[in-house]
């Protein structure tokens, strides 16, 4: 999706989520967990206000933990 509109902050979330899944499950590599970040990075960019992603973020945030 972040394919189609690169500009769409909720798939970057989405992106994040995804990322921070597999890194907690079944990809050890340092390099999925930074792509999580990056993604959350770059959705927060698009959408600094809005609250549904900032949700998001911040549930995959407590599921990390």
Do not use: I
Not at 52 to 65: C, F, P, Q, T, Y
């Amino acid at each position: 999706l972040y394919d189609l509109d690169p500009h769409f902050g909720a798939a970057w979330a989405y992106l994040a989520v995804a990322h921070g899944y597999a890194s907690q499950t079944y990809d050890a590599n340092p390099d999925t967990s930074e792509k999580a970040c990056a993604a959350a990075r770059r959705a927060m960019e698009l959408a600094p206000q809005d609250a549904e992603l900032k949700g998001v973020l911040a549930h995959n945030r407590d599921e990390e933990k």
